[in-house]
């Protein structure tokens, strides 16, 4: 079964408006973390933004926001007021347990129309 | 700021030669992770090494040895290179506190021929 779990392949959205890009995941463990990374066409990986699972508040960073809903299963990147360079591939990765590495997901291509 | 360095960016190489890709990071972190990444897919884990001295296979270690050099290097070889293996590599790091996100290398892109 997939752990995380991306369902939009690719999103077309027009500058200005708020985006949400969906991430669901699957885990067993009460200890987790969720990340959220911008790939741009250039290729470097770039952290977005980070909610725990025993964070109340969801995590927002300047325009990114995470709508976090732990008894859906769901950590959605929210990115308000849309710019150009937004365009890029987005991905959702899961920390479970003790463990040191992340599991990702196949990520959402995003493309902002002018 | 450097961060996370990779060396090549860029390598051909032919079925069956060997090749060593080098990270090195500037910041001080115990943990450091390789990856690969093949179009339309996320990052599948090679290989990572919690710390200094410790190395553990991730979810496709086949084809793939690793070296934990010191606290800042961590190489990825491939011994024997196959087609399979063209894909763009990655190197990240991590500080053990807490849940710090891993901070990538710009990526190495390997194609085999």
């Known amino acids: 079964a997939q752990k995380i779990t991306q369902t939009q392949p690719g999103m077309f959205v027009q500058e200005k408006e708020a985006v949400t890009l969906d991430c669901t995941y699957d885990?067993?463990?009460?200890?987790?973390?969720l990340f959220w990374y911008k790939q741009p066409s250039s290729g470097e990986m770039i952290f977005l933004i980070y909610?725990?699972?025993?964070d109340e508040q969801n995590a927002t960073e300047g325009r990114y926001s995470l709508n976090f809903q732990k008894a859906r299963k769901s950590a959605n990147l929210v990115i308000s007021a849309s710019q150009l360079g937004d365009s890029a591939m987005y991905f959702c990765?899961?920390?479970?347990?003790?463990?040191?590495?992340?599991?990702w997901g196949a990520g959402t291509k995003l493309i902002i129309k002018p | 700021n450097a961060g996370v360095t990779q060396t090549p960016k860029f390598q051909v190489l032919k079925t069956g030669q060997s090749m060593t890709l080098q990270c090195a990071q500037d910041m001080n972190h115990n943990s450091m992770y390789w990856y690969r990444q093949d179009p339309g897919m996320g990052l599948r884990l090679i290989y990572y090494s919690a710390s200094e001295g410790t190395t553990d296979k991730g979810e496709v270690p086949n084809g793939y040895n690793v070296s934990r050099l010191n606290k800042r290097e961590f190489s990825l070889r491939l011994e024997s290179a196959a087609p399979s293996q063209t894909s763009v590599y990655f190197c990240a790091s991590r500080r053990v506190l807490g849940d710090q996100p891993q901070h990538f290398g710009d990526g190495t892109r390997l194609s085999i021929l």
């Open positions: 909610q725990g699972s025993y």
């Open positions: 885990t067993s463990d009460q200890s987790y973390g």
């Open positions: 990765a899961m920390r479970e347990g003790g463990n040191y590495q992340l599991i």
